[in-house]
């Protein structure tokens, strides 16, 4: 409906007062004809009707203004609830940074009452030290219109201060003049200390990496060096034990087989140093060839019988065919098998060490080293893979030992693209179990 003429109401209104005022003196003055005030009494009800249908139009108008001025008050009710009721610090001030208007958190977070607020400087919260910069973006807003994510320190009343990310946007009149700033004030004190600790985090874990990569680096150049004397040590020890089995002294003979056999085990522990630094670079390489694994693991349990026999235990072979051919590297699979026997004979005060070896589906193999020794408690189970870590170390001091042995067995495979698991119980023995591809592509 458009909007009614208040002037054009006027008009009739008066029309209708002019044409009363005539009626009344023309009824008056007795003079006048009766059609004369028939014409008269006709542009009366003429007004009239007029003036009740101007009369319905401003009645159908104020009440669409009743309307629409209700529902500019529930918009502004519901803009001020989001303002009054937002996650975040919101601020109007004027030009100047002169606080007009704040919501419940700002409240909160500068620890001061409204009446307080009101009218006061926001540049008051800002530490001394920052102020020149504050006033610096506050005289550019007017001209730019916008900053975002700006980060400043806020010091509230009798609280911390505490670290803000404000964004401010000027507000512009009809014009495109800047009036009044809308203010964004979040703290982010958390988040800042959760980004510090997180870099700390990051820092010390670099830390350890390089720390990490500086004792394989170590290992790897200390082994390299021991290893060439260790092999002149016991070259020179073999010739010297072959002279003094010509002169049939038994006890020099006891002696130089002393030697020997500690610089056997000394060797076997660089090279155990070696391939660990080896596999942790990434530098190991696996050789596949085809042989028959049953051959192998005979020949180790042959070579390993005797450590066994001096402690009284059995070792044994748990295998039903006589061949099982497969493609992989035959020195790592020795290695594999020498360092589970090895482990087992090592913590097995008493009864035996069996070895088994089966076909598993899908062309895999299995191979399992089961003893009847300590155990391990299930709370170590899953670090006994690990480098260097070693269950019961008043045991393993007793039988010795890098503490490699296991992680590189671990190690070796996952790079042939297999798993192993363990099973045991502390004074029940130990079980584990290596699951192989039955071929190996080269790498």
Same mark, same amino acid.
């Given at each position: 409906m458009e909007a009614f003429d208040n002037t054009l109401l006027s008009n009739y209104i008066q029309t209708v007062q002019q044409?009363?005022?005539v009626l009344y003196k023309n009824t008056k003055d007795s003079k006048q004809s009766s059609a004369s005030i028939e014409d008269c009494l006709e542009e009366l009800f003429s007004a009239l009707e007029e003036l009740s249908i101007a009369e319905e139009e401003l009645r159908q108008q104020n009440e669409m203004l009743i309307a629409a001025q209700s529902e500019i008050e529930a918009e502004r009710q519901r803009y001020q609830e989001l303002f009054e009721f937002a996650p975040d610090a919101y601020l109007i001030t004027d030009l100047y940074g002169i606080i007009r208007e704040a919501n419940r958190v700002a409240l909160q977070q500068f620890n001061i009452a409204h009446r307080h607020l009101i009218q006061k400087p926001l540049i008051s919260f800002i530490p001394e030290h920052q102020r020149q910069a504050f006033r610096s973006i506050l005289n550019q807003l007017p001209m730019i219109y916008r900053v975002q994510?700006?980060?400043?320190?806020?010091?509230?009343?009798?609280?911390?201060?505490? =670290? *803000?990310?404000? &964004?401010?946007?000027?507000v512009l009149d009809q014009q495109g003049k800047?009036?009044?700033l809308r203010w964004l004030i979040r703290d982010i004190t958390n988040r800042k200390r959760t980004e510090a600790q997180l870099q700390d985090t990051q820092l010390q874990n670099l830390e350890l990496i390089e720390i990490d990569r500086l004792k394989d680096q170590f290992m790897a150049t200390i082994s390299h060096e021991l290893r060439t004397?260790?092999?002149a040590i016991l070259g020179f020890s073999r010739l010297i034990g072959d002279r003094v089995a010509l002169l049939g002294d038994g006890r020099l003979n006891q002696m130089v087989d002393h030697v020997v056999r500690n610089s056997h085990h000394l060797l076997a522990m660089i090279e155990e140093l070696l391939d660990f630094s080896k596999l942790k670079s990434r530098k190991l390489e696996l050789r596949p060839a085809?042989?028959?694994?049953?051959? =192998? *693991?005979?020949? &180790?349990?042959?070579?390993?019988?005797?450590?066994a026999e001096q402690k009284g235990l059995a070792l044994e072979l748990d295998c039903s065919q006589d061949s099982l051919p497969i493609v992989n590297d035959p020195g790592r699979i020795r290695q594999i098998l020498v360092?589970?026997?090895?482990?087992a004979v090592k913590f097995t005060d008493s009864g035996l060490v069996t070895v088994?070896?089966?076909?598993?589906?899908?062309?895999?193999?299995?191979?399992?080293?089961?003893?009847t020794g300590i155990g391990i408690d299930v709370a170590d189970q899953e670090n006994i893979f690990q480098e260097f870590w070693q269950v019961n170390q008043s045991r393993t001091r007793q039988v010795g030992g890098t503490g490699l042995g296991l992680a590189i067995v671990h190690a070796l495979v996952e790079l042939m693209d297999g798993s192993i698991s363990i099973h045991s119980k502390v004074d029940q023995g130990t079980t584990i179990r290596v699951e192989l591809p039955r071929r190996i592509a080269p790498l």
């Open positions: 044409r009363t005022q994510e700006w980060e400043v320190m806020v010091c509230g009343r009798k609280r911390e201060p505490f =670290i *803000a990310a404000i &964004t401010v946007e000027a800047a009036t009044a004397p260790m092999n085809g042989f028959d694994l049953v051959q =192998i *693991a005979s020949e &180790t349990i042959q070579d390993l019988r005797c450590l360092n589970l026997i090895s482990n088994g070896f089966w076909e598993a589906p899908e062309g895999r193999i299995l191979i399992v080293v089961q003893d």
